[in-house]
């Protein structure tokens, strides 16, 4: 391993609820085997975090603590263990979804060689943290989950957040009909990112526009998913990010419960639409490390367009 500080700089949650998350000096993790020693230079901040910090999801026990947070990483190579070395070089730019048994929101992070992929040259490491885990979520929802085929219809219901407005560029390059659900002040940035129709959820009921739809992605959860039933064709398709509906008519498919899980060969999909421009990252703002307790403040307002990332 090169010449490293000898501790890093975390951000970790000791306890649950308001005043558990803070900055702290961290040891700093080694690379084995196939994993590789990743410099953080830019983490994003995701719904599950604010979950997870309040001891939500999943249910947090006291044997949990102390943890870091973040599943979104982007940032140089390190150090790569004895198995990696062949396909990896110190220096490499690269981002990557990781697994919930580490935490990418610190100074390092150790990634498993199979879940990264090389950040494309042109792509900011604030754009690559901020794919990962919702790039992961829109691309399996849609394809994986929902099936969704070029020239059908998908509804998405939150357009304009961090899942929404990739599943909305990515659905879009399928080559299907997007309709989107947003906030008034997001409409034109929906209809900009590829949706045909954009519906202001404040001040429309979406079954009295949409109807016969072949698939719904439900990334508000509740009454949304229940009320999305009626405007789905017989034998469509919905899925969702949070609770589905527990019984549907008409033959209708509803996707259980489920949660994205790594995968760098879609990953690189990902990478190359990117790369292409075909896909872009809104990131909203931006806060240092430092700064992460207000950043999770800004998460949990609400509202926000695209996603909020850590800079490292």
Known sequence: MPDLPPRMRAARLSRFGEGGLAVEPADIPQAVDDEVLVRVRAASINPVDIKTAQGQFPPGTADDLPLTLGRD???????????????????????????????????????????????????????????????????????????????????????????????????????????????????DFVRGLG????????????????RGVDLVLDLIGGETGRRSLAVIRDGGRLVSTLEPPETAERGIGVAPHWMATPNAAQLGEIADLLAAGTVAVTVSETFPLDEVVAAYARQDGGGVRGKIVLTV
Not at 149 to 177: C, N, S
């Open 195 to 210: 949706a045909d129709e954009a519906i202001d959820h404040k001040r429309e009921r979406f079954e009295d526009r949409v």
């Open 73 to 187: 990483v982007a940032g140089t190579i390190e150090a790569v263990g004895t198995r990696a070395h062949n396909m990896l070089s110190h220096g490499d730019r690269v981002f990557a979804h990781i697994g919930f048994d580490r935490g990418a929101q610190a100074e390092f992070v150790v990634i498993k060689a199979v879940e990264l992929v090389a950040l494309p040259a042109g792509v900011s490491f604030a754009t690559g943290a901020g794919a990962g885990l919702a790039a992961m979520t829109a691309w399996q929802a849609l394809f994986d989950q929902g099936g969704l085929q070029p020239g059908e219809t998908v509804l998405i219901h939150g357009g304009a957040g961090g899942v929404g407005h990739l599943a909305v560029q990515f659905a879009h390059a399928k080559g299907a009909r997007v309709i989107a659900t947003a906030g008034p002040d997001d409409l």
